[in-house]
Each structure stands twice: as structure tokens, then as C-alpha cells.
């Protein structure tokens, strides 16, 4: 069971049993400085294009299958362009199509994503992502190659990012988003794909900054804005993203700052403006 054993002579048994024996012998002479050899190399070309052909699969998936461990499972490897592995896991060289366990990696080494593949090629149950320094970057689930489950992303430093829920690829619920040091930035809601329904940003002190409602992506119905303790300082509402209405905003000392009114985005009427002792 050595070397020799375990490559080589799997290999030769191929070239006889697929008929590429011929190839074998004028493609180990195609380099002979011999004028008579030479002349009769240059008349069997195609016969060692074809070996070429047909045997370099054969050497990639010998080269790419081995186990990781003694008495392990052979499983394939793929190399990076700069030598490095960039991923090992089970399936069929020929096909193309891969199961069971797989994993990816980052060009410095370290393990860039990792995951169970199916029968068909298709991602399936919980993958886990990396950035190359060994965090966590993204947890996600599959079912049949679609994303369907929760769905976790981090910072570098660790702390979450962003969270959501997946239905059959599409993102559907509430998403919070999360600055670096772990604080909520804002909350939205997806459905099907898009966000829709009541939205609103925090400040760094964890106080509502604003609070809008969304349908397609787009802000749809009442918006407002407060100061870091609450005091209201923006209200106005919009249809299909556009400004509509009227627009109001005051001063920290709850006096009126300025007010205009909106039909479909565009000002109608004139613009009004206060001091701030009103």
C-alpha cells in the first residue's frame, strides 16, 4: 500500500485498459534529440495530444484524492494559484459534482468556510465562514442549495453584525444591524426578499434616532426624528419614498424650527423658518 502502489500503478492500469499505451511511449520520446526518433514523434502528434487529453484528468484526480489522515477517507483537494489548498471535501472528479463535508480556504491557510454538501452538489444544513485571521464571519443554513434559516454575520472584532432570517433564499422578518462594539444600530423588517414594515436607528447611546416604515425597500408612511433624549426633532410622512405633506421640524427647546409642504416629493407653497425663541 505505498506510493508507487497507490498512484502509479492505478495509472499505468488506465493507460493499457483505455487503449493510450502508444501515446504513453511517443509522448515519453516527444523530447528525444535523436533525428530518426524525432522524425517518427512528429508523425504520431495527434496520437500524443490525445493521450495528453484523456490522461491529464485521470492524474488530476489522482493528484487531488488522498486522505488527510492515515486510514482516512480519501477526499479531494483543490490547489490555490499560489500552491496553497484552497478547498478538500468528498465527491467525483469526473462528474464535478461534490458531497459531503467540505472546506475552503483563505490564501494565507487558515479556514476561509466550511459546510455538508448533498448528494446533488447543493449546499445543505449549516455553513460556517471565517475571515482569514480565524473570526467568525457569517453562519448560514441550507436546504437543498437555498439559504433558509438564520442568518449571522459578524465583525472582525467578533461581535454581531447583522441577523435576519432566510425563507427559500429569500430574507423574511426582523434584521438588526450592529455597529463594531456590539451596539444596535437599527432594526428593519424583510419580506420576501425586500424590507418592509416599521424601521428605526439608534444612536451610540442606544436612544431611538428614527422611526419610518418601509414597503419594497422604499420609505412609505409616517417618519420621525428625536435627539439623543428624546425630544422629537423631524416629523413628516412619505408615499413610495417621496416627501408628501407637511414636514415639520423643532428646535431642542420644542419650538418650531421650519416647516414646508410636499406633494409628491416636490415643495408646494413656501418655506417657513423660526428662531429659536420661536
Not at 533525428?35 to 495527434?46: G, H, Q, T
Not at 468528498?90 to 464535478?96: R, W
Not at 416627501?243 to 407653497?269: C, I, L, M, P
Request: glycine content about 12%; hydrophobic content about 30%.
Amino acid at each position: 500500500d505505498g506510493f508507487w502502489s497507490t498512484y502509479y500503478v492505478p495509472f499505468f492500469k488506465r493507460i493499457m485498459s483505455d487503449n493510450l499505451f502508444e501515446g504513453f511511449v511517443y509522448n515519453a520520446l516527444a523530447n528525444a534529440s535523436n533525428a530518426k526518433i524525432a522524425s517518427m514523434v512528429k508523425k504520431k502528434s495527434s496520437v500524443i495530444t490525445n493521450f495528453r487529453n484523456k490522461t491529464l484528468p485521470i492524474l488530476l484526480e489522482m493528484y487531488q484524492t488522498y486522505p488527510d489522515s492515515t486510514g482516512g477517507e480519501a477526499v479531494q483537494h483543490w490547489d490555490g494559484e499560489e500552491g496553497n489548498s484552497d478547498g478538500s471535501g468528498t465527491g467525483n472528479t469526473t462528474t464535478g459534482i461534490y458531497s459531503g463535508k467540505w472546506t475552503h480556504f483563505h490564501d494565507n491557510g487558515t479556514l476561509s468556510s466550511e459546510g455538508m454538501v448533498q448528494a446533488d452538489g447543493k449546499r445543505n444544513g449549516l455553513w460556517h465562514e471565517y475571515y482569514d485571521n480565524g473570526a467568525p464571519k457569517r453562519d448560514l443554513s441550507y436546504i437543498d442549495g437555498k439559504e433558509d434559516g438564520t442568518y449571522l454575520a459578524y465583525h472582525i472584532t467578533g461581535a454581531l453584525n447583522d441577523s435576519t432570517a432566510v425563507v427559500d433564499g429569500k430574507a423574511n422578518g426582523p434584521y438588526h444591524h450592529h455597529t463594531p462594539d456590539g451596539t444596535l444600530k437599527f432594526e428593519k423588517g424583510f419580506a420576501d426578499g425586500k424590507f418592509t414594515g416599521p424601521a428605526q436607528t439608534r444612536f451610540s447611546c442606544n436612544a431611538v434616532q428614527n422611526t419610518y416604515a418601509l414597503i419594497d425597500n422604499k420609505v412609505d408612511g409616517p417618519a420621525i426624528s428625536y435627539y439623543p433624549d428624546g425630544v422629537k426633532q423631524y416629523e413628516g410622512s412619505y408615499t413610495n419614498d417621496e416627501r408628501t405633506g407637511t414636514h415639520t421640524t423643532w428646535f431642542h427647546n420644542g419650538n418650531k424650527e421650519s416647516q414646508a409642504d410636499y406633494v409628491a416629493g416636490k415643495a408646494t407653497g413656501p418655506f417657513t423658518y423660526w428662531w429659536a425663541d420661536g
